[in-house]
């Protein structure tokens, strides 16, 4: 099995139910703790922020992914190895794996804009070995073998768009599992301070305006 996800047709099925599924947090990883999660009312986390975990089973293939999304600037794990790409979001996995296989590979579907794959200390684990970004298909971490009760470090790329519910997968050397739901860019985009500042002054203006009808 190729271990680059591709979304196709058959897929379509997976990501409406990404989109339908709550987030979890029956894990206790210190990402989904961490301060500056973005937070536009439309995240499955508390609040509509985008935070959470999704679990995964396929065999001995077990565990579960702790994500969120970061606010351009509001990365807090600088100095741990990763820069953000100024002025984007980034997004933030840890991967846990609770089964006798040795995870070997994980991946977000991308249908739209990302950039600046990596990873970083800040969150302690394993290291990824080689990691690759297809543009409109995967950002794909590639590991030596992640053990029974081990996890990555932080798992990481920047993107221009705001998150929708998505999918990945998890592969060892002989299964892989569908992680649902994750986050991963939308096709909105962040709106430049100077368009917010132009609409709230726009929004005032009708204020005023109805006021003195």
């Not at 293939?61 to 820069?83: H, I, M």
Request: contains cysteine; charged residues 10%; negative net charge.
């Amino acid at each position: 099995m190729s271990q680059k996800l591709r979304i196709s047709l058959s897929h379509l099925l997976l990501i409406s139910l990404a989109c339908a599924m709550p987030a979890s947090f029956a894990s206790a990883g210190p990402l989904l703790s961490a301060p500056n999660i973005f937070d536009n009312d439309a995240g499955p986390g508390p609040g509509g922020a985008w935070v959470g975990s999704s679990s995964f089973t396929q065999g001995t293939l077990q565990g579960y992914v702790d994500y969120a999304v970061f606010g351009p600037g509001q990365f807090p794990y600088s100095g741990t190895g990763y820069t953000p790409t100024s002025g984007e979001l980034t997004y933030v996995f840890q991967v846990y794996e609770t089964g006798a296989a040795p995870l070997s590979s994980f991946s977000v579907a991308l249908t739209d804009l990302a950039d600046n794959i990596g990873a970083f200390t800040g969150l302690t684990g394993d290291a990824p070995n080689s990691m690759n970004l297809a543009a409109l298909s995967s950002a794909t971490w590639h590991f030596a073998g992640i053990a029974q009760n081990g996890n990555s470090e932080g798992l990481v790329f920047s993107s221009i768009r705001v998150p929708q519910n998505l999918l990945g997968t998890v592969i060892d050397t002989g299964q892989s599992s569908y992680v649902i739901p994750l986050p991963s860019p939308s096709a909105i985009s962040i709106p430049e301070p100077a368009t917010v500042g132009l609409s709230l002054l726009a929004g005032l203006t009708l204020l005023a305006r109805r006021r003195t009808v």
